[in-house]
């Protein structure tokens, strides 16, 4: 048996929110920590419709991210994968330099194809794009918090212009009056970009008709390249359709824990409301890791106390001020480093202690305590929020984590309880 739908995802908790939406709309889906060994593809395939390779490349050198990507590619076509999927942030994360573009050429070249979509919309968390520029919420990207971020700062909306930036071939638009004539008007501008030329087209929706509407009009592209929004629409073009039984996880058990390093302003909101609520937390701070403090001991030190009445929250969260000023005496790239390193072995540490049920938020944070973890893949389950699932993984020694990876910029304010709340009511029902 081979997969429907290969897809190819720029970071961890990216991955999950694009795991998610298949499930929601009927597929199996199993998701992939890195690139598996050759070999592998047929014992994953006969129990997926479709798979997500997540990789940690959505900052990383493009050249990287590139070599990764394609390695990804050609295990997902060895897998029979029918259509691929380049998974990147519903914010549009990236730089002049990369990484969207780049990869996305690289995988075009590589499936021999000369033109693709580009759409980061998600109407339902609010990410839209209209006359090709992305909204976040009710503000242009360009003014939403994006516009601060430590490694990817969005400073420009119209995505036309800056996808163009990270390519070498021309980029167009295929605009909200086309997509709301259906399938068939975006299947006549594909082909009039094609003839001018264009390579790729920013693709505008508004709301969840439009993805629906764009799925249908790009069966049969071998490469499409998105935000996880477009996956409401893909899997009804192989008959799939919701179904209860592609989410269902094993029973959950074990203590319960919260690892947070995202500095975006919705992680912020969600540790604050987790801080009014009286509930044990652990601030992780930087300048004291530097300082050759053993943070991460003292944070186990204080979970292991309060882990019977938990959950706990160990977090390193902080205003943006905040962030520039550790950034500036530390570097960006070494203060993120310590962060990550250091929850990481806090996740370890928690598991070692019987934390059963994980959440994690922020992505590059994600990506390191799911190598920490040794986790080789992820059966994706039941929906929290919007673009965030609970996964099952098998630990090494056999037992079940349930674990979900959470975008920084994603989620309501009280998502940390929100979260164990379903797996208690998945557990009762």
Known sequence: MSIRLGCIADDFTGATDLANNL?????????????????????????????????KSRTVPAAEAVDASLRALAWLRSAGAEQIYFKYCSTFDSTPA???????????????????????????????VFKGHL???????????????????????NLVSVLGAQTTRPVGLIDHTVVADGAEAIRSRIAELRANGVATAIVDAVSNDDLVRMGAAVQGLPLVTAGSGLAIGLPANWGFRPSPAAAQLPPSAGHRAIVSGSVSEATNGQVLEFLKSGRPAFSVDPLR??????????????????????????????????????QGRLGAAEAGELVERTLARVAQGLV?????????????TSGAVVQALGLTGLRIGPQIDPGVPWCAAALPAGDTLHITLKSGNFGGPGFFTDAFALLDAEAAA
């Open 289 to 326: 890791i530097a300082a050759g403090e053993d943070v991460a001991g003292q944070a186990l030190a204080f979970a292991e106390a309060h882990l019977p009445d938990g959950p706990v929250l160990v977090y390193s969260t902080e205003t943006s001020d905040t962030v520039r000023t550790v």
């Open 23 to 55: 499930v929601r709309a009927g597929m199996r889906v199993v998701q992939l920590i890195d690139v598996p060994p050759a070999g592998t593809a047929g014992d994953v395939a006969t129990d997926a419709d479709a798979v997500v390779i997540a990789l």
């Open 98 to 128: 990369g990484n969207i573009g780049p990869v996305t050429e690289a995988l075009m070249d590589a499936l021999g194809t000369d033109f693709t979509i580009a759409t980061p919309a998600f109407p339902d968390n609010g990410r839209t």
């Open 352 to 364: 070692e202690r019987g934390v059963r049920r994980l959440v994690v938020a922020g992505g590059e």
């Open 135 to 157: 909204f976040v919420g009710d503000v242009l990207l360009a003014e939403s918090g994006m516009r601060n971020h430590p490694l990817t700062p969005m400073t420009d909306s």
